[in-house]
């Protein structure tokens, strides 16, 4: 893929952009496969590949400059804006949405904030697209000065933007390096939007997390279901189950699922997305999935993590090395830290593998691995 910001030198965020696709794929297959090449019981599937360009569901742009002038992009190298709203990566309804949205924060007198002045109030525009292609857009601001402004001319980017499905205002008054806060206030009628992969309407509230490369995560998904299909549990838990990617795509009749989040937000949207489609036997709980894990009475026959970059950690990897769990399913955003959970737990053999590549461009991506108990 060419991209003339990173040609210029104005973003480096995709660091691997020169790389020919095909060997990016091949490295990060090979770094996986050194990382788990102590486990022999581990077979590896080909990898799933991204498109190249137009991959990425959501934009995090930070907004700088003037009123009557402003950049959506990155902070470049003291603290200066660079425009990236033609940023190729970005899916077609976000690359179209951004120099509109450019022009509301003119229309709508949204002064910039300055990171080296702490002046100014909308630090960030965030735009989420669906397969759809209908869109979110939150505002992230200083304080609640902008929202009448915004909900003034909210008719106006509604106009502009017909796909337009959630609007919201995020309040993030601390400096520093935090993207949002905890108050939302949702000035448009819809307060989700419906990302439908597979038939299934998971619905995606503003605060909540969703894969960033749609194509990606519905075959990760699909693989999950032909992996628990095999393995046929008749329990499953589904940790750090997010808006119920996992949870809700592997139930089944005579299925009992239950997903643990921490995000309140997450586990509405689960609950709802299991209304929607009469999903029975789905049980969604507000929790951290190790202290919930840790105090249930038994274990369930299958269980689901997909935690974040850190792992789930020495404490929750060595109680299901310890729980006699018969399979566990690991999604995982960094392979690092899968290789540290997996030698935490010597009782559970990894079987398949297989990388699915979110994260094109650069040295990330998702691995799918299951663990199978070992039997003496």
């Not at 329990?235 to 239950?258: E, K, N, P």
Request: glycine letters at 8%.
């Amino acid at each position: 893929m060419d991209c003339h910001h990173f040609d210029a030198g104005r973003c480096r965020s995709c660091t691997w952009m020169p790389r020919p696709y095909a060997e990016q794929l091949a490295s990060k297959e090979q770094r996986c496969a050194d990382l788990l090449a102590g486990h022999d019981s581990l077979t590896w599937e080909p990898a799933f590949a991204s498109a190249e360009s137009a991959f990425r569901n959501k934009a995090k742009m930070v907004v700088t400059g003037s009123i009557g002038a402003p950049a959506l992009g990155i902070l470049g190298d003291g603290a200066e804006g660079v425009d990236l709203r033609d940023c190729p990566i970005h899916e077609p309804a976000i690359q179209h949405a951004l120099p509109v949205l450019a022009g509301f924060v003119t229309r709508a007198s949204l002064t910039p904030y300055d990171v080296g002045t702490r002046r100014g109030e909308l630090k960030l525009v965030l735009v989420t697209s669906s397969p759809a292609g209908e869109l979110m857009v939150r505002f992230v601001c200083r304080s609640q000065e902008p929202v009448t402004r915004i909900r003034k001319h909210l008719g106006w980017l509604e106009a502009q933007l017909p796909n337009l499905v959630v609007t919201t205002v995020n309040l993030q008054p601390e400096h520093k390096a935090v993207v949002e806060g905890e108050t939302e206030i949702v000035i448009s009628e819809a307060a989700a939007l419906t990302m439908t992969v597979h038939g299934l309407d998971l619905l995606l509230r503003p605060q909540s997390f969703f894969q960033t490369n749609t194509t990606i995560a519905s075959a990760l998904y699909a693989e999950a279901v032909r992996i628990a299909d095999s393995v046929a549990p008749r329990t499953v838990w589904d940790l750090y189950c997010g808006v119920g990617g996992f949870a809700l795509h592997v139930a089944r009749d005579g299925r009992s699922v239950t997903g643990v989040e921490t995000s309140g937000e997450a586990v509405r949207s689960a609950q709802a997305t299991a209304a929607r489609h009469g999903i029975t036997d789905t049980t969604f709980v507000e929790d951290d999935a190790t202290e919930w894990a840790i105090a249930q009475p038994r274990v369930a026959d299958l269980v689901v993590v997909n935690p974040p970059r850190r792992g789930i950690g020495g404490e929750l990897a060595g109680w299901l090395d310890a729980s006699g769990v018969e399979h566990v399913l690991y999604s995982s955003c960094n392979a690092d830290s899968l290789a540290r959970d997996l030698a935490a737990m010597p009782g559970l053999a990894p079987r398949r593998g297989r990388v699915f590549d979110m994260f094109p461009h650069t040295d990330h991506a998702e691995v799918l691995v299951l663990l199978e108990r070992t039997r003496s």
